[in-house]
């Protein structure tokens, strides 16, 4: 099974400031077959980011993903009030399909 | 656009079992994969397994291998998770989430249910 580990665990920023995520993997995920998925309080998650840095449909241009083999991030450049929740990356290389343990952006 | 509606909430007594539905609506249901994750109170992601709406094909994680079931009816495009011997840890909201096409390699998660919380309490 592939684990995937993020960090920070917790990241207190302000509006306005950049915001740079991070996701390493135990072994390479091939084919870049890795995405990040947003979670807001009571919400269902969201998908932000497959294939490591393609843009999900809708998504703005201030989330960016990059990454391969083992490590992997998500930028947002500069955050919006709407942007504080939860990520979580999960990789779709192998199964089982692991997710993150996820990363809270909080206001700072 | 792609829809993905889910049952109501459900309280169930340990041992018991519990079937959920997901009601998929906007694409052509058999050809995408519909997966199951569930998120237990204040915790993160788990994946349960996906099922192959055309032929019936599933594939579990191995912590649900023996308790977990996916079905789904092409009739109603209706996707379906049912997972016995409920235990006070099943406790989570249990997700649909459609996936890649069925025809091409592996992708994210594009589309999710509501969610479904299932309550196990004796």
């Known amino acids: 099974e592939i684990v995937l580990t993020q960090s920070p665990g917790t990241l207190s920023l302000s509006p306005g400031e950049r915001a740079t995520l991070s996701c390493r993997a135990s072994?390479?995920?091939?084919?870049?077959?890795l995405a990040w998925y947003q979670q807001k309080p009571g919400q269902a998650p969201s998908l932000l980011i497959y294939g490591a840095s393609s843009r999900a449909t809708g998504i703005p241009d201030r989330f960016s993903g990059s990454g391969s083999g083992t490590d992997f991030t998500l930028t947002i450049t500069t955050l919006e009030p709407e942007d504080f929740a939860v990520y979580y990356c999960q990789q779709y290389e192998s199964s089982p399909r692991t997710f993150g343990q996820g990363t809270k952006l909080e206001i700072k | 656009q792609v829809h993905l509606v889910q049952s109501g909430a459900e309280v169930k007594k340990p041992g018991a079992s519990v079937k959920v539905s997901c009601k998929a609506s906007?694409?052509?249901?058999?050809?995408?994969?519909i997966h199951w994750v569930r998120q237990a109170p204040g915790q993160g992601l788990q994946w349960m397994g996906w099922i192959n709406p055309n032929n019936g094909d599933t594939r579990y994680a191995q912590k649900f291998q023996g308790r977990v079931t996916l079905t789904g009816d092409t009739s109603i495009t209706t996707a379906y998770l049912e997972l016995s011997g409920l235990a006070s840890d099943d406790t989570a909201i249990y997700y649909c989430?459609?996936?890649?096409?069925?025809?091409?390699?592996?992708?994210?998660?594009?589309?999710w249910g509501q969610g479904t919380m299932v309550s196990v309490s004796s």
């Open positions: 989430a459609r996936a890649g096409t069925i025809s091409t390699p592996p992708d994210g998660f594009h589309a």
């Open positions: 072994q390479s995920v091939g084919s870049r077959n």
């Open positions: 906007g694409y052509i249901f058999t050809g995408y994969y």
